[in-house]
C-alpha cells in the first residue's frame, strides 16, 4: 500500500538519514528502485515529474502500475508516490489519481501567491492524509523543459511557507539539476543553517541530488535534510549500460532486439545506482 511520506520523513530528520526520491520513467526504473527498496529494508519515494506523468500515460495509470507492482513484489518497505515539481492543477490530478504525495512548487509565483496556493493544498492534503512538498527559491538547471535560474532561499519566506503546515520543503541552497558545472561554488551550508533555524523541526528537501560530493550531502543531512532527489544519476547509469549492450550489436540477427533483454543491463545499473545512494543517504534497514 502507497504512504503518505510524512512519517518516513519525521524519522529520517529525527534519525539524521536522509529518504531518497528516485524519479520513474517507466515501468523498468518502477521495479528496479521498489526491488532495491525492499532488498535494502528502505523507505523510498517514487518521484513523478509531468512529463513523465504524460509519457507514462497519466498519473491514473501510474497509479495502478505502482499498486499493482507493490502487490506482485510483495513490497512491505514504505513507499510514497509523490509528483514531482507541480503545478497547482497537476497536484490535484495526482490526488484524485491516487498518489499519496505532492509537490507543488510554486516558487516562480510572488511569496504571496506562493503562500495562497500552498494554503490550499494543505487543506486538501491534510482532509486526505496525504504528504504535501512546497517549494521557495528555485533550484537551478533544466528539468523537464523548466529552466530555474538557481536561488538561495529566504530563510524568513521558508518560516512562512512551513508555518503552513506543509509536510516537507524543498529551499534552493545553490543547489540544481542535472550535472553541476566545473565551477559550481557548492551548497550554500550557511543558508541552510539559517533556514534550518527559522524553520525547526521541518524535513528540508535537497531537489538536484546526482553529482553532489558525498561529503556535502552527509553535512546536509546533519542539518536537517531528509530527502534527497535522484533523477540525472540514474538516467546516466541507464544511458552508459543500454549504449553498451547496443553496441554489442548481441541481437541484431534473426528478431532483432528483444525488448526484454535489451532493457535489462540499464535495469541492473539503476538497481546499483539506487543502491548506492541509499547507503550514502543512510537509509539502509531503516524501513
Ligand atoms: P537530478 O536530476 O540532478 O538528480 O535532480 C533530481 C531532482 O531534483 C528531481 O526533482
Request: charged fraction near 25%; proline fraction near 2%; include cysteine.
Amino acid at each position: 500500500m502507497l504512504v503518505s511520506a510524512k512519517d518516513m520523513l519525521n524519522k529520517a530528520r529525527e534519525g539524521k538519514y536522509a529518504v531518497g526520491q528516485f524519479n520513474i520513467n517507466n515501468l523498468e526504473w518502477t521495479k528496479a528502485i521498489l526491488l532495491t527498496a525492499q532488498e535494502n529494508n528502505s523507505p523510498v519515494i517514487l518521484g513523478v515529474s509531468e512529463g513523465a506523468g504524460k509519457y507514462m500515460c497519466g498519473y491514473k495509470t501510474i497509479v495502478g502500475m505502482v499498486n499493482g507492482m507493490i502487490e506482485e513484489l510483495n513490497i512491505t518497505v514504505p513507499v510514497a508516490l509523490h509528483l514531482d515539481h507541480g503545478s497547482y492543477e497537476a497536484a490535484l490530478k495526482c490526488i484524485e489519481a491516487g498518489f499519496s504525495s505532492v509537490m507543488f512548487d510554486g516558487s516562480h509565483y510572488s511569496i504571496e501567491e506562493n503562500i495562497e496556493k500552498t494554503t490550499e493544498l494543505v487543506k486538501i492534503t491534510n482532509e486526505k492524509g496525504l504528504s504535501l512538498e512546497a517549494e521557495v527559491g528555485s533550484i537551478g538547471g533544466e528539468e523537464d523543459g523548466v529552466v530555474g535560474a538557481g536561488e538561495v532561499a529566504d530563510a524568513n519566506e521558508c518560516k512562512q511557507i512551513a508555518d503552513l503546515g506543509v509536510t516537507m520543503l524543498a529551499a534552493g541552497i545553490g543547489n540544481i539539476h542535472g550535472k553541476y558545472p566545473a565551477n559550481w561554488k557548492g551548497l550554500a551550508f550557511d543558508a541552510l543553517e539559517e533556514i534550518k533555524a527559522a524553520t525547526g523541526n521541518m524535513p528540508l528537501v535537497l531537489h538536484g541530488g546526482t553529482g553532489i560530493p558525498a561529503e556535502m550531502i552527509q553535512k546536509a543531512i546533519s542539518l536537517g535534510v531528509a530527502k534527497i532527489n535522484v533523477n540525472t544519476e540514474c538516467q546516466l547509469a541507464f544511458s552508459e549500460a543500454t549504449r553498451k549492450y547496443i553496441e554489442a550489436g548481441k541481437d541484431l540477427e534473426g528478431k532483432g532486439f528483444d525488448p526484454r533483454k535489451v532493457l535489462a543491463p540499464g535495469f541492473e545499473a539503476i538497481k546499483a545506482t539506487v543502491k548506492e545512494k541509499m547507503e550514502l543517504f543512510g537509509s539502509i534497514n531503516k524501513a
